[in-house]
């Protein structure tokens, strides 16, 4: 059965990767749905979280086509009971009726979100939290008016003392 | 640390690797290299297009189990070699391929000659790069050395801006690099060799497919050992061809979209099926789910993302063919005596093993049967000669009637199918052993694609023999218009093709035609000794199939036999 899988990995800062792996996706039919990608404690070292719609053979397959790429460093496919997944989005919120300046304030204030900017007409609301939270704070704005949104796609890291570093 | 200019570090990189031979095409932004190369310690071959230097690579790297080196300018240098790097990727044979590239300044400009060829060249290399300073010209030589020949092997594609190559810089060369991400695993997990032992060790009837990572890892003896411990009768992929003895008596010889009827109905019936070095692409398997239905299947391959890419295992040997081999044989002889596990499974094989390699392929009269033209070739040639092929019906033919007895002595364009290949290859070839015969079994419409490198031949002293099946079509393709297309030809007539006698004298070489087969043999004997290279021109009837046949999507036991 096809589900979404978060694959993260570490992989050499030089040119070339991100076209590289996400080549190799494009290669190899695979589906990505979101992919984040920056530097970690050192500059040499990037890590990667892909989320990828795949059945279990199809998963082990990306994880595979993952390691055996020269740069890439170390991959796992990450549990998700034992990892933590966060995703940010901002989103531009009508507010030119005062009615729903409030409403959206409280909405924003219920999703543990930030107002990042305000204008006559419009604000910009920070939230994080797992896709299903950003999905359900959506549609929960969306009678406000939504004008604009931008998404980073899921980050993660695991519980407790796994980690992807051997 | 020494200071000296790029092409002065890359000249030496390649000596440090024990380059002997680089294959190649100069053109504006490599000639400061080509000028350092003459001071070089190896030989330059000059090819008369980028995809035939790239396959004389490719040969050459096949032949000696080494890298196979080739050069090319940028732009339209570069793109031609992309043809000939992914077909010997895709084979798994080490080539490591330079390009020039623009300077570094002009890069991203559209400059003349400019094309992105890491990004053409992504998909189907190994390992990529672009040198960014003269002084990391050695390290980028060693790294593309090292990930080409080593693992799974692979081409490896460097690109070299002009300015990298004439800056003079301080520059070291490094014994090893590291690289972090990249770790071949030769060593087998030894419970994953138990646990395929116990299955092997069970077996009713146990039949092995074996590829072409046998002969990259040279595990034909271990093989050999194996298949004999367990009696189990051996099918080899195209690819695989020459890793078991083809005179052996369980030798069921290639199996797949062409393959004999004993491998194509014995695989299927097998109880536990080892796949050995052998990756089963759809022209192995045919429809998978009838490739091997009632098997528990075992893979052994040193790549682990080839297990359960396209055919789902019981278990797995993770790691280089000859240690896995090696350690299977091991484990299966504490668990069981040698021989036969029951003899119905023998008598089965020996049944099979009469008939081989097909029948009838109704032929006019007046020709010559393409089968026999294979078979006479072998008698003609000493055991060590190597074969090369081209693609399409004079490849299958080949791969069904030409029996090779040891590794490295066919060698073909399995993977990609890659018409134009076996001439250049053969070239290849020649330079790397040039104590034996090397014959190309070409097809009119192969050869005419890479014909010029008969230039090349002539000029450097590395004389092949191309026998040319010849009917004036692009076989294959008409035989599946034949076969599945209601005998409609489309564009497959090659009526303007040369007369290969004439073509070949116009280069120097010697040109002869023949229509019987002991015209045939004399012209091979003769060929072989010859200082030139040689075409033999052999016409073959138009209407002449390949058989057996497995049908587009079919099971490999539902084989056409004949028309």
């Known amino acids: 059965m096809s589900e979404m899988h978060v694959v993260a990995f570490l992989v050499e800062n030089r040119p070339g990767v991100l076209f590289n792996i996400s080549n190799m996706f494009r290669r190899k039919n695979f589906n990505i749905h979101s992919i984040t990608a920056g530097t970690v404690l050192d500059d040499d070292t990037v890590r990667i979280t892909i989320v990828v719609q795949a059945d279990a053979r199809g998963v082990n397959q990306v994880v595979e086509q993952l390691d055996k790429m020269v740069d890439v460093i170390e991959v796992k496919r990450l549990d998700p009971l034992r990892a933590v997944n966060r995703e940010l989005a901002l989103v531009k919120l009508t507010t030119t009726d005062p009615m729903a300046r409030e409403e959206a304030l409280k909405l924003v204030n219920d999703y543990h979100g930030l107002i990042l900017n305000i204008e006559p007409d419009n604000l910009i609301a920070e939230v994080t939290g797992e896709s299903a939270d950003i999905d359900a704070f959506l549609a929960a704005v969306t009678p406000i008016g939504v004008e604009e949104v931008s998404r980073t796609g899921v980050t993660a890291i695991e519980k407790g003392r796994l980690k992807l570093e051997k | ?563």
């Open chain 2, 1 to 563: 640390m020494v200071e000296m200019a790029g092409t002065k570090a890359f000249v030496k990189s390649l000596e440090l690797e024990g380059v002997k031979y680089v294959f190649g095409l100069p053109g504006g932004v490599v000639i400061p290299l080509c000028d350092e190369i003459l001071n070089g310690d190896f030989r330059f071959i000059l090819a008369r297009h980028e995809q035939g230097a790239a396959h004389m690579a490719d040969g050459y790297a096949r032949a000696t189990g080494g890298v196979g080196v080739c050069l090319a300018t940028s732009g339209p240098g570069a793109t031609n070699v992309v043809t000939g790097i992914a077909t010997a990727h895709s084979d798994s044979s080490a080539v490591v391929a330079f390009t020039g590239q623009v300077t570094r300044a002009t890069i991203g400009t559209d400059a003349f000659q400019e094309v992105d060829i890491i990004g053409c060249s992504a998909s189907v290399t190994k390992y990529n790069m672009q040198v960014r300073k003269a002084s990391e010209i050695p390290k980028a030589v060693k790294t593309a050395f090292q990930i080409a020949s080593t693992g799974r092997r692979g081409a490896v594609l460097v690109d070299l801006p002009k300015d990298v190559t004439t800056d003079v810089e301080d520059v070291s060369f490094p014994e090893t690099v590291k690289l972090r991400g990249y770790h071949p695993n030769y060593q087998p997990d030894p419970r994953e060799v138990e646990w395929a032992a116990n299955l092997l060790a069970k077996a009713q009837r146990p039949v092995v497919v074996a590829g072409g990572g046998i002969i990259n890892s040279g595990a034909s003896r271990e093989l050999v050992a194996l298949c004999e411990y367990l009696m189990a009768p051996t099918a080899t992929t195209l690819m695989g061809k020459g890793a078991f003895p083809a005179d052996h008596p369980l030798s069921l010889g290639l199996c797949g979209m062409h393959g004999t009827q004993a491998a194509n109905n014995l695989v299927p019936e097998a109880d536990v099926l080892l796949i050995a070095g052998a990756r089963l692409s759809d022209r192995t398997t045919g429809s998978v789910k009838s490739f091997a239905p009632n098997a528990k299947v075992i893979h052994l391959d040193i790549d682990r993302s080839e297990i359960d890419k396209n055919v789902e295992t019981v278990t797995r040997v993770v790691g280089d063919a000859s240690l896995g081999l090696r350690g299977l044989l091991y484990n299966v002889s504490k668990l069981r005596a040698s021989g036969d596990a029951g003899s119905q499974w023998s008598k089965r094989v020996s049944e099979f093993r009469l008939q081989m390699n097909g029948t009838g392929n109704g032929h006019k009269e007046g020709y010559l049967r393409a089968p026999d033209v294979v078979k006479t070739l072998r008698n003609a040639l000493p055991r060590e000669a190597i074969v090369t092929t081209e693609v399409g019906q004079c490849q299958m033919w080949a791969a069904l009637h030409y029996d090779a007895y040891d590794p490295r002595t066919f060698f073909t364009s399995g993977g990609l199918g890659t018409m134009g290949w076996g001439f250049p290859a053969a070239i290849g070839v020649k330079a790397a052993r040039p104590d034996v015969p090397v014959v190309d079994i070409a097809g009119d419409g192969s050869f005419g694609m890479t014909e010029n490198s008969m230039a090349t031949s002539i000029e450097e002293d590395l004389p092949v023999v191309v026998v040319v099946l010849n009917n004036h079509m692009l076989g294959m393709v008409a035989q599946w218009q034949r076969l599945f297309f209601d005998h409609r030809y489309s564009a497959v007539k090659l009526k303007g093709n040369p007369d290969m006698v004439k073509l070949a004298e116009a280069y120097g070489a010697e040109g002869v035609r023949v229509d019987t087969l002991e015209g045939f043999q004399a012209a091979v004997r003769r060929a072989i000794k010859s200082d030139v290279s040689t075409v033999i021109d052999v016409p073959i009837d138009p209407e002449e199939n390949v058989y057996p046949i497995v049908p587009p999507g079919a099971g490999l036991k539902d084989a056409l036999l004949e028309a």
